[in-house]
Each structure stands twice: as C-alpha cells, then as structure tokens.
C-alpha cells in the first residue's frame, strides 16, 4: 500500500452510522459531480433526508454497507450485494456505491473497500462484480482500472433536471 495510507479499520454499518454515511455521500456527490450534475440538484442534496434513506436501509435491512473508520471517524463506506443488472444472473455481484469524504481522497481508503467488498462478495458465491461509474467521472474510472475492472462498451443514460448523465459498467472477476 502507499506511504500515505492510514491507519484503516472497517465494520458494518449500523443504523446509528446513517448520519455518517449521508454525509459523506453529500459531501462526496458534491465535490466529485460539480461541473457534471446541475449545480441547482447538487445544491439540493440534503444529508438530512439522505440520513433518513440509510436510517431506513440499514434498520430494514436492505443494504449491506460496510464503514472505513479512522482517527476522524468514518471515512468512507462500499455498499454491495447480488447484481440489480437484469442482464447478469445470480454469479454476478454488484458495488452499487463507493464513496469517501473528500478530505480522505487518495490515502487507499477506496482501495481497501473495493477489495473488502469484492471478497465478500466471492465468500457469498459470486464469480464476477460489476459497478457502474459515471462517463465524466475521470478520477473514479482511473481508480477502477487500477483496481482490476475492466469498461465494457455499453452506456446507459439517466437525467438530473434536465442534464443527460451517462454511466458505463465496470466489471472484473473475483475468483
């Protein structure tokens, strides 16, 4: 790992971590999607409704996330589980988000996560993950290909306030 990683501990989220995870995934959102997503929808995003969307998931039991934590806190967090892709069976496994706090970008959090995820993954049974990544997203494409994922050709394409966003899957094997 590199010289500037630090000291990394993960567990499972907890609905008491709900507040936690929506921040993060604010602050993430807004700093790795200015000049992407409308500034109008980033500056929109509420960490106090996103804490209830992870208050909901994690007490219900939908998400399986789990939590990098370090000196600060929590520093990031991986959501994963079985493929939503209505294009891949049961062997296919999914990272439906990854996201760290912008302070703590670059210090192999991320990669920690990733690898946390795929392995758990492959313990459930899969044989192969996939994540979906926004086109623009140069940073988190680059860091997917380090991380052994591989773009496929196809594109798909949802909108935020009128404003096109394209995203490609990413995939790679776990055995």
Same mark, same amino acid.
């Given at each position: 790992m590199p010289s500037n990683t630090t000291t990394i501990a993960l567990r499972a989220a907890t609905p008491a971590d709900a507040a936690a995870i929506a921040a993060i995934h604010v602050a993430s959102w807004r700093a790795t999607y200015a000049g992407i997503m409308p500034a109008s929808f980033l500056a929109a995003l509420s960490v106090e409704q996103r804490t209830g969307f992870w208050y909901r998931a994690l007490t219900a039991g939908d998400a399986n996330v789990t939590i990098a934590c370090g000196a600060d806190g929590v520093t990031g967090w991986v959501a994963y589980g079985p493929t939503r892709d209505t294009d891949k069976d049961r062997s296919w496994?999914? &990272?439906?988000?990854?996201? %760290?706090?912008?302070?703590?970008?670059?210090?192999? &959090?991320?990669?920690? %996560?990733?690898d946390h995820a795929c392995r758990s993954l492959r313990d459930a049974g899969h044989a192969w993950v996939? %994540?979906?990544?926004i086109v623009?997203?140069?940073r988190a494409r680059a860091f997917y290909e380090r991380e052994g994922f591989v773009a496929e050709s196809n594109i798909k394409t949802f909108d935020i306030e009128g404003t096109p966003i394209d995203e490609v899957r990413y995939w790679r094997a776990l055995r």
């Open positions: 496994g999914e &990272i439906g988000a990854i996201y %760290l706090h912008p302070a703590h970008c670059g210090k192999g &959090i991320g990669a920690v %996560l990733v996939s %994540l979906w990544a623009r997203n140069r």
